[in-house]
């Protein structure tokens, strides 16, 4: 997810910074290669041990980073979008099926069971940010309805889940040091949100000017991305470790909304802030793979 959402940043920064447009798209055909790699070895995962997976997708905590794989689907969709329409309609609608199918299933979870206030943490925004990710193909492929539906979805329960989240953080036990980049979390939904909502109302049509709604979507993502960097002192305290890749896709993504931000307002303030913010997000998802790589090769990832 981290890999696609920053090709997908350098492809819509490539006209407005002169960069190659091949830039974007490597690294795009990397996050493939490494989707198809990650999904190989979970099915030879599940095959050998599907107990294990099982315990995976009834733990509360665990069960809400399932949806990155129907996530990362609707991602690749978007990346096939210029080079082959079928492709992308095959991937995209495995990819909203999925979506649809877990975000169901992770409710029903929620609803069904108790589940300790302690339990809750950013991450239970996945199975949120997928639906709003959903229009990004969805509109260019003709699926306006649809992607409509799975915006609302997303957006509604971003604004609940925002709600107990943060009861979460600030009234119980604070989140144990590894997840505090899981905080990086709060960034996606605003951020997608916006990208998402000017597809549907602009009909991708990047310099139309903003509406109220998109400025709220964006002006809460610049808030929240403000807010990480204040704490950016926390951050550097916590030891590497897995849940570092929680610092990868908001990032992006946030870089890809100012980047649209730019496009619609157009001036020398929001470039500025596009060219920051799309610094940033690039060296946070080499920093974080090359220490996952390290670890990996010293066999202490795990």
Do not use: C
């Amino acid at each position: 997810m981290g890999l696609a959402g920053l090709g997908h940043a350098w492809t819509v920064a490539a006209p407005i910074l002169g960069i190659p447009y091949a830039v974007g798209q490597i690294v795009l055909a990397l996050s493939a290669v490494v989707f198809v790699l990650l999904l190989a070895l979970y099915a030879a995962k599940l095959v050998r041990y599907p107990r294990a997976v099982a315990t995976e997708f009834g733990d509360p905590v665990q069960i809400s980073f399932f949806p990155t794989f129907s996530i990362s689907l609707l991602l690749l969709a978007v990346a096939a979008l210029p080079y082959s329409r079928g492709l992308a309609m095959v991937v995209w609608t495995i990819g909203a099926a999925l979506q649809l199918v877990l975000a169901l299933s992770i409710i029903n979870l929620w609803i069904t069971r108790n589940v300790d206030i302690t339990h809750t943490s950013p991450a239970w925004f996945i199975p949120v940010v997928g639906n709003i990710v959903v229009p990004q193909a969805g509109v260019p492929l003709g699926f306006i309805e649809l992607s409509w539906f799975f915006f609302a979805v997303g957006i509604v329960f971003w604004l609940i889940l925002f709600t107990i989240v943060l009861y979460r953080i600030i009234f119980h036990d604070q989140l144990p040091a590894r997840f505090l980049p899981t905080l990086f979390i709060l960034l996606a939904p605003p951020a997608l949100g916006f990208i998402a909502y000017r597809l549907l109302t602009t009909g991708g049509v990047e310099t139309a000017a903003l509406d109220g709604t998109a400025r709220i979507l964006i002006g809460m993502a610049f808030f929240l991305t403000l807010l990480l960097v204040s704490m950016a002192g926390s951050f550097r305290r916590v030891p590497f470790a897995i849940s570092w890749w929680a610092y990868t896709f908001p990032s992006a993504a946030m870089a890809v909304a100012a980047l649209e931000y730019h496009l619609a307002v157009g001036s020398d303030w929001t470039a500025a802030i596009a060219a920051v913010l799309l610094a940033a997000a690039t060296l946070i998802i080499l920093g974080v793979a090359w220490r996952t790589l390290r670890a990996l090769f010293g066999g202490t990832l795990y």
